[in-house]
Structures are given as C-alpha cells and as structure tokens.
C-alpha cells in the first residue's frame, strides 16, 4: 500500500483513539490542530469550541462569499447520572444511541482528576426472573430491548474514591480505546467505533493539504465543531458568527436499500434530511463534479439522519446548506467504510471549492 495511505490510516487511527465525547472534544481538537495549521492561513478555536481555519481564495480582489465546511469532533458518549451507594455507576447517553450500538464492554470514565475504567455490564445471564431487570432484555423470556435503565457500570471503586477522582452526575463517559482499533475487511474496507466523525475529519485535513496550493475560488472556513451529536451546537454557533452564505457539512451516510445506497459506491450526496432540504444547485454541483471525477456519487433523500449544515440551515443560521458523506455501513454502531471513501471525499470537495461559482 503506498505511503499517502499508510499516513492517512495512522492519522485516522490517532483520531479514533482520542476521546472526543460532547463538550469535551480538546483530545481531538489539539490533534486536528497540530494537522491543520501548517495548511492554513489563519488558525482559531472560537467560544464554542471549534477550531476553525481559513484558507484565502487565490485572488485577493475576490469578493464572492465564503464557505464554511464542517466536520465535528465529538463522538457518541454518555453521561454519569448517578453514583450507587456501591460504587456502580448509572448512566444516559449523549446522542442518539442504545447500550446495543457498542456492546457490554470496558468505557472510561473521564473524571475530573484521574480517568477511571470500567465495564459497562447488564449483570449474569444466567439469572432467573427474580432478577427482573436483566429477564426482562432476554429475547425468549421479558423480551424488551435493552436500554439504558437495564445496565450500569461497574468501577471496582467506592463512592469516596469516585469522588476523589472527579467522577459525579455529568462526567463524561466514554468507550474504551481497547475497543477503537481499525481493522480491515475485505479487501478494500476498513471497520471501527467512531468513523462518525473521524474519517470525515480525516478528509477535511486532507482538503486542507491540497487547498494550501491549489487555492479555492473563495475564501474557506475550515470548521471542526463540537456537540454536534447533541443538536449541531458548534455548528450553529459558527453558522452564526463565521462570514459567508454557504455550510456544507461532512458526515458519515447510510448505505441501505431505503436510500439506495452502498458501502462500495461513491460520495453520498444529500438532497435532504429531516432537519431541512439541502439546497438543489449544491447538491447538483456535488454531484455533477463527482460524475466528471469518476467516483460514482450517491444522490440520497435521508431520514432520521441530521448534520451541522442542516441544522444551522433549519434555525436561519446559514441561507444555503450542503452535505457530502462517506458512505457508512452500520452508522452509529460498528461502522465499515472503503478504504478509499476518505480520498474520495476530499477529492470531490476540494475539486467544488477551487472551481469559480
């Protein structure tokens, strides 16, 4: 394999085992930092804390608007909502996921003065229904999805020591990075927790290399936001106080039959979501360049399915949204992407920022 994908695959490896969870992202952030700044013009992390880069157009007399293109940061986590007199702790995501989408397992509690470990856990299973919590999840007894109210995490430790460690109501919990690793699938495919949002992240600091020299027609705000998996708050934020008329958001897409789309197909390009409709000349564009380029773009009407530009566009933050996704199987739980979704992705969008118009 060459060297551009060796580098590639080692940044995305260092992304997906910095613990990034809502509100909390600064592990991730000082990583895309460090990869950002040599690229760009100028480099900040505003008051919601996005870092954000601008790179000039080629021509300073430019007076076209600007673009902002975002990725997040942050990842699917959960908080702690309670501490037992025992010291197992009880838990409420943060995003939309279930204890399925990631399994029974180890997570690390980020406390305040020392990050913990524990095991997420729904308790033996060899139990009977006198232990109503854990029958009732069973698929030939209770028969209830398992849910949050069902598991608890286990510490090893006692309240007291929780404390001293800076673990209360509010600490963010996270997957453990023994669990985050790449693997490879096939052959031309990669698997791991958390490609929503690292690999779209990946492509952003890969579009950053090459806008560096090419220049876009337009200025471009490069922007890595936080909470996104929470409402898209970085991202209105930025929609709000950033110049330009245009977001366009990078995300991981669904590949299923109700889309139809595919995990070995191009860039999806969405026409919308159920926050807002994309809007159509963005989305034509996207796809238009995408066919030119010869990566077999994926035109998709989603649901259920939100992105930073979506929302900044349904709240007036932004008048006119995009959205380019890597193709994801299994989004939200153990995700699958091609091997060349990444490069796909910043090639398509680098190509739409340095053409004029």
């Not at 992202?25 to 013009?41: F, S, Y």
């Not at 300073?60 to 975002?70: C, L, N, S």
């Not at 090459?210 to 337009?218: K, W």
Request: proline residues 6%; charged residues 20%.
């Amino acid at each position: 394999m060459s060297d551009q994908y060796q580098l590639r695959r080692a940044l995305l490896q260092e992304l997906l085992w910095a613990y990034g969870p809502c509100g909390q992202e600064q592990a991730v952030r000082e990583i895309c930092r460090r990869e950002l700044e040599p690229h760009v013009d100028e480099v900040w992390i505003d008051p919601a804390g996005n870092l954000i880069g601008l790179i000039r157009a080629d021509h300073r007399g430019d007076d076209g608007p600007a673009t902002r293109v975002m990725a997040h940061l942050d990842e699917l986590s959960m908080l702690v909502k309670r501490v037992e007199s025992d010291g197992t702790v009880h838990l409420t995501p943060l995003g939309t996921m279930y204890p399925g989408n990631f399994g029974l397992g180890p997570v690390v509690l980020l406390g305040d003065r020392q990050t913990v470990c524990g095991v997420l856990t729904l308790g033996s299973e060899h139990t009977t229904k006198e232990s109503l919590r854990i029958w009732e999840t069973k698929p030939d007894q209770g028969d209830k999805s398992l849910d949050w109210m069902h598991v608890y995490v286990f510490t090893g430790h006692t309240p007291e020591e929780l404390t001293d460690a800076g673990v209360q109501p509010g600490t963010r919990v996270c997957i453990d990075r023994s669990k985050r690793t790449l693997v490879d699938i096939g052959d031309g495919y990669l698997g791991s927790y958390f490609l929503d949002d690292r690999a779209p992240v990946t492509a952003l600091l890969e579009t950053a290399r090459v806008l560096h020299d090419r220049r876009p027609a337009h200025d471009v705000y490069l922007v890595f936001t936080t909470s996104e998996e929470i409402g898209g708050v970085g991202g209105s934020y930025a929609g709000r106080i950033l110049p330009g008329d245009l977001t366009i958001a990078l995300e991981v897409g669904p590949t299923e039959a109700e889309y139809a789309t595919s995990v070995r197909g191009g860039p999806i390009v969405g026409y919308s979501d159920a926050q807002c409709v994309y809007d159509k000349d963005v989305a034509d564009a996207l796809m238009g360049i995408g066919l030119d380029l010869g990566l077999s773009p994926q035109a998709a009407v989603l649901g259920a399915f939100e992105s930073d530009a979506s929302h900044a566009k349904s709240t007036g933050l932004t008048p006119r949204a995009g959205l380019l996704c890597v193709p994801t199987l299994s989004t939200h739980g153990y995700e699958v992407i091609a091997r060349q979704a990444i490069p796909n992705m910043a090639q398509l969008l680098t190509e739409f920022l340095v053409r004029p118009g």
